[in-house]
Structure formats: C-alpha cells, structure tokens
C-alpha cells in the first residue's frame, strides 16, 4: 500500500517514516523523510477529483482506503498556495467527528505540507479558551484541526468568522444530518456569510439514516446532505484503479425469471384502505381538537406515518414479492405500536 490511501480506517500507512517532530532540531534524516512523503504520486481519480474540488464545493464518495484524506491534503496545499500567493492569512479549517480522527489527520497533514498545523479538541481545555487564546492560534497556525463542536462554539462566541477561512474540510461528511455540529455550523453560520469558504467533504457512505427503503428515499438523503454542505457529489466513474487498489467485496449477479402475477390489483387494495384509515384519523382529529392541545400535531404525525408505511409495503410489494411485503407490514405494524 502506498501513501495515497493514507488516512482512511484504522490502518493508516502514514504513521510509519513521517515523523513531525525531530529531536533537537530538524536533522537531515528527518528533512529527507518529510520531503519523501510530500513527494507522493496521486492516483489518476484522486486527481479526478481534486481536480472537481478546486472548481467547485465537492462530496468525495470513495471507498474506505481509496485516499480521501491525500485529496484533502492536495486541497489543502492548492488553497494554501493561493493564500500565500495573496499574501492573505486566510486558514483552512479541517473538521473531523472524533477526536481519534483529529489528532490522526492532524499527523498527516504536518507530514505532507509545510504549513503550520495545529488540533483542537475538548480534551485540550480550548471549550475554556478566551479570546486572546485563540488570537494567539489564528496568528501562529495555517491550518487547524478540530471536532466540529470545537469551530462551532468558537463561531458561537466570534472567536473565529468565516470571512477568515479560505477551505473547509469535512471528514466523514455523512454526519451532516440532524442537529449535527456540521450541520449547526452550515446552517448558522455558512449559508448567512457573505464571503463563504470553500467546501470539501470525504465519505464512504454519504447514507446513514435508517429506515431508507425506496431509490426515493436515497436520492432524497443525498439531496439533503448537499443541500446541507453546499455541494456536488463526485463519484469515481472508471472504478477499475480503485479496484486495484483497495480491498472490496466481488458482487455477483444473479438473474431470475420476471414474476408472472401481477399485484396491482392488491396495491388498490392497500391504497383503498390505507385511505379509509387516513379518513379515521381525520374524523378523530375533528371531534377531538377542542380536548386536546396538541391534536393537531398528533393527526399530522399519524396520517404522515400512514402515508410513509403505505409506500413502503407497496415498494416491497414491487420490487420484492409478497413475502417481503407481509415482512414489510409486519415492521411497520410494530414500528406503529412502540410509537403509540
């Protein structure tokens, strides 16, 4: 394995010569393995897509071990070149869910560029730092490396403005969901800047939500997650370099004869009284809205929660056959009765 799968999963290759801090000085040995690693050759698709990454905001979905962190880190020597190039202290901000990631990443990116590179975590005490604390980092550090709840509190105090970040990394991107500090940090304070960073984020797996049972419920979670980070998916077409590369399952295909009944008319079935409960639910709703409160919020939730299980069971119905329809109701029945 060579350096540009560094970074993705436990087995981190770059740990090996890369050493960042040389005893008693930078030694000779020392300068010859950092310029080792600076001096790696990109894949033909990691090039794909940095080159995707410095026109526009860009998702990377590549397998684990495909070397998402080194595009990052191409990113990171593109636009801190430019920075240098303006004579413009703009930083380039790298964000990472856990704090493992953080201080991993962090060793990377010292070992592969010249900037001044620095992590943060809560770990470090910076949820106590004031101010002049972070002052004192913006003037020393190029690029830092944070949990996103880090750079969230600091935007939430004005320690740090987007106005003063040129590139923002994402890792593990997929977590930008929900009230997720990145989506907090996207959400309060990119999509309102005036002078927004430029975005990339890196994922193997761009879907984690569960319950994700239709080709509609996919592309509607890949259209949030761009919404969200102001970007494009970029996938490798041409996977036959990956292939080579990283480790993956071998799928096979296995081909049967198209089914010869036809379940439309069950379908009806299901449609005709799926809408007799949703007018159930409704008539409830009525005689009781002046009993309770939240009435309203209740008949919402129960005819959307209608709506969802009818289109799921349907789904299943066909796509996958009858069986997997009964197993279908059957979850949603249960999913039904812990909600109340």
């Known amino acids: ?33 950092k310029r ?3 001096d790696f050759s990109p894949r033909r698709y ?38 240098k190039a303006n004579n413009d202290r703009k930083l380039i901000i790298f964000l990472a869910p ?10 990377v990116i010292k ?47 004005a320690f740090l403005i987007l106005d003063m970040v040129s590139l923002m990394i994402f890792d593990e991107c ?33 879907i984690i939500r569960k ?6 419920d996919c592309k509607n979670q890949l259209s949030e997650l761009e919404n969200i980070l102001d970007s494009k998916i970029h996938s490798v077409v ?6 080579l590369c990283v480790p993956s399952a071998k799928e096979v295909n296995r081909y049967y004869e198209p089914r010869t009944v036809s379940f439309d008319d069950l379908s009806e079935e299901l449609e005709i009284l799926c809408s007799k409960y949703d007018g159930l639910i409704i008539q409830l709703h009525n005689r009781s809205t002046n009993q309770y409160k939240d009435a309203d919020e209740i008949t919402k939730e129960s005819r959307k929660r209608l709506s969802n299980s009818l289109a799921k069971i349907c789904y299943c119905l066909e796509d996958a056959g009858l069986l997997c329809a009964s197993e279908a109701t059957k979850i949603c029945i249960e999913r039904g009765q812990r909600k109340g």
């Open 1 to 33: 394995m060579d350096a540009s799968t560094a970074g993705d999963g436990d087995t981190n290759t770059l740990k090996r010569p890369c050493k960042t801090s040389p005893p008693e000085g930078e030694t000779d040995k020392y300068k010859r393995q």
């Open 98 to 107: 856990t704090v493992q990631l953080v201080t991993q990443q962090c060793e």
């Open 238 to 243: 041409d996977r036959e370099e990956i292939e």
């Open 174 to 206: 997929h977590h930008a969901t929900g009230n997720h500090p990145y989506t907090r940090i996207m959400k309060e304070f990119y999509h309102g800047s005036e002078h927004k960073p430029n975005v990339f984020g890196m994922t193997a797996s761009p």
């Open 111 to 157: 070992s592969y560029t010249d900037f001044e590179v620095e992590h943060y975590h809560g770990a470090k005490g910076v949820d106590q730092w004031k101010a002049h604390s972070w002052q004192q980092q913006l003037l020393k550090y190029q690029v830092m490396v944070m949990t996103p709840q880090v750079l969230l509190d600091a935007l939430r105090q």
């Open 46 to 83: 990691q090039l794909d897509v940095y080159e995707v990454a410095t026109r526009h905001n860009t998702i990377a979905m590549l397998d684990t071990g495909a070397g998402k962190t080194m595009i990052a880190v191409m990113l990171i020597k593109h636009f801190g070149k430019i920075n």
């Open 36 to 38: 080792e690693c600076q």
């Open 211 to 216: 319950g994700v049972s239709s080709d509609l």
